[in-house]
């Protein structure tokens, strides 16, 4: 299975069908399952001070991006990423 990898930029539909393009900020993995952060590029092109809204995506089997499902499952995700994110900014 081929990895995703940061820098990528691929498109995803949202509730009314409309595609985004979204860039990949950081990719973990954890038991086994690769989960990617994501952000809208053209939020990415206007940044300010402000923070960007993440995505967390699990990738599956497949290597196809599905939505995290649990409350769990996310809670677990946030945190691992918060973790690599706050050493990304200090360095």
């Known amino acids: 299975m081929e990895k995703i990898e940061v820098g990528e930029i691929f498109s995803i539909s949202d ?4 595609d985004h393009d ?3 900020i950081a990719t973990l993995e954890l038991e086994g399952t ?4 994501v952000s809208f590029v053209e939020d990415l092109e206007e940044v300010t001070d402000e923070e960007i809204d993440l995505f967390f ?3 599956d089997d497949e290597g196809d ?3 995290i499902e649990s409350d769990e ?3 677990k995700v946030s945190s691992a ?3 690599i994110l706050d050493e990304q900014m200090e360095h």
């Open 81 to 83: 990423f918060d973790e």
């Open 15 to 18: 509730d009314v069908n409309e």
């Open 73 to 75: 499952e996310f809670e």
């Open 22 to 24: 979204v860039e990949v």
């Open 57 to 59: 995506l699990k990738v």
């Open 34 to 37: 690769q989960y990617i952060a």
């Open 65 to 67: 991006i599905a939505p």
